[in-house]
Nanobody, 123 residues
Framework: QVQLLESGGGLVQEGGSLRLSCAAS????????MGWYRQAPGKQRDLVAF???????NYADSVQGRFTISRDNAKNIVYLQMNSLKPEDTAVYYC?????????????????WGQGTQVTVSS
């Protein structure tokens, strides 16, 4: 099967930086769009940023200019560089990827989710 494993979360002071990583493993044939979402307590899960297989990116207005999403296609890893962090960025961050599983249909992409990693920004 396909799994997404996130890492890099933690506690950081306001204005600091963190780099999140998400690695896709298992029977991965191809990956289309990859993205990061976040969910704070009592709030909906919202899109933070996504990146297409060709490298095109899109960001939520709240993180524009502070966060940078990138990917390593050879390693099936997506990153989220988070700079100038604010307390409002505190949330569980989830990795998402549209993945084609080679064991089933290599041309049919299914959305997969990571387990989430906690990011806490102190004021």
């Amino acid at each position: 099967q396909v799994q997404l494993l996130e890492s890099g979360g933690g506690l950081v002071q306001e204005g600091g930086s963190l780099r999140l990583s998400c690695a896709a493993s298992g029977s991965v044939f191809a990956i289309n769009t990859m993205g990061w979402y976040r969910q704070a307590p009592g709030k909906q899960r919202d899109l933070v940023a996504f990146i297409t297989s060709g490298g095109s990116t899109n960001y939520a207005d709240s993180v524009q200019g502070r966060f940078t999403i990138s990917r390593d296609n050879a390693k099936n890893i997506v990153y989220l560089q988070m700079n100038s962090l604010k307390p409002e960025d505190t949330a569980v961050y989830y990795c998402n990827a549209e993945v084609a599983d080679r064991r089933y249909s290599p041309t049919y992409f299914t959305a997969y989710w990571g387990q989430g990693t906690q990011v806490t920004v102190s004021s």
